[in-house]
């Protein structure tokens, strides 16, 4: 599908600048989302665009709610609710990937894998922004011990579901374009499927890696386990597992691409 590249930059500026003044982008992440959509509206076109924005919509919605019961907790996080380029390209670079190989070698294949990866960047943000809420105490994906909330791979059932609900509405969206370009419905549940299977699963990895892989670091003066190598108390940490170049960003990358391999597999096998 060609579209101009004039509309594709205007309409990632226009979103962009809003998402800036709204105060979910940074300066780098403000030319990051800008590069990212016009690449994905240049090579992918619309449909392809749309789930970018049910991700980007949903998950800055949710990075404000009930934002004040999470501010205790989000320190432990690498980053905040304002996304930088680094952000911008762990949750959509792999996606700009997909879309440009789609134009240059058509396959089916493309989209079932852009399904899951922007499933599984969806499914992780509304896991980790509804599950931290919990009342419910975290426990850890590789045991089941019990962990203070927002310990890097403690879930929660209203997390899990809440991935679930994000992988979905991925899928639903992509049904209904599907529909509104084709007519027709029945050739195109296959997505539902696989953004399913992607999205879920590749919020689990995600979970996973941040409890085995990922570099994390503990407070002595906050008796806190976090994500960087500085407190916001401005204590330096202590590491205490994981490998030093993988940070939060790179766990994001690595799982959405686990979930645009499941999200291929799903369109082989259901669509």
């Known amino acids: ?30 030319w990051g989302a800008i590069l990212v959509g016009t690449v994905i509206i240049s090579f992918g076109g619309w449909l392809w665009f749309s789930l970018l924005a049910i991700f980007f919509i949903s998950s800055s919605l949710l990075s404000r709610y009930r934002r004040y019961e999470k501010e205790e907790t989000a320190k432990k996080f690498a980053k905040g609710e304002t996304r930088d380029l680094a952000q911008t390209l762990a949750n959509g670079g792999l996606g700009a990937a997909l879309a440009i190989f789609s134009a240059l070698f058509a396959s089916p294949l493309w989209f079932g894998a852009y399904l899951g990866a922007m499933a599984t960047v969806n499914a992780d943000t509304w896991a980790t922004e509804l599950g931290i809420l919990s009342r419910k105490t975290p426990r850890l994906i590789t045991n089941g011990d019990r962990v203070p909330p927002g310990t890097s791979g403690g879930i929660t059932r209203a997390g899990f579901l809440a991935s679930v609900a994000a992988s979905l509405l991925i899928g639903f969206t992509a049904l209904v374009g599907l529909f509104i370009q084709t007519a027709n419905f029945k050739n195109h549940f296959w997505v539902i499927g696989a953004a399913l299977l992607g999205g879920t699963l590749g919020a689990l990895l995600d979970s996973f890696l941040g409890a085995t892989r990922q570099a994390m670091y503990y407070c002595e003066i906050c008796g806190k386990e976090i994500e960087i190598p500085v407190h916001s108390c401005g204590n330096n940490t202590v590491k205490i597992r994981g490998f030093n ?27």
């Not at 509309?7 to 940074?26: E, G």
């Not at 790179?250 to 979930?259: I, R, T």
């Open 1 to 30: 599908m060609q579209v101009n590249i004039f509309l594709a930059i205007t309409t990632s500026l226009i979103i962009a600048l809003i998402a800036y003044k709204k105060r979910s982008l940074s300066p780098s992440g403000f």
């Open 245 to 271: 170049w993988l940070n939060n960003d790179g766990v994001n990358l690595a799982s959405s691409f686990f979930g645009a391999m499941l999200g291929a597999l799903g369109g082989v096998i259901w669509g």
